[in-house]
């Protein structure tokens, strides 16, 4: 992730609106493919769908904190 440090007060914010809007799509998209009730996949590949999310989940979460503490750093 780029320094945080080096963006405007705007730019910190508006990085932190993108990154926990992508962790909602994410996190519905997820959400819509394994409800599906008519789906017909492997368990492998659910598996590795599932892993998946989850890595990039956590990666999202990992940088909203990050930015988060940016932030109150900086006392926005």
């Known amino acids: 992730?780029?320094?945080?440090?080096k963006l405007s007060d705007?730019?910190?914010k508006n990085k932190m609106a993108k990154l926990k809007e992508d962790?909602?799509?994410v996190e519905n998209e997820r959400s819509f493919i394994f409800k599906q009730s008519g789906m017909h996949v492997s368990?492998?590949?659910i598996v590795a769908q599932m892993e998946e999310f989850d890595a990039e989940?956590?990666?999202l979460k990992?940088?909203?904190t990050e930015c988060d503490e940016e932030i109150k750093n900086r006392g926005l």
């Not at 992730?1 to 440090?5: A, I, N, P």
């Open 62 to 64: 990992e940088s909203i």
């Open 23 to 25: 962790l909602e799509d």
């Open 1 to 5: 992730m780029e320094e945080l440090s």
């Open 57 to 59: 989940s956590k990666k």
């Open 43 to 45: 368990s492998g590949k």
């Open 10 to 12: 705007i730019e910190l």
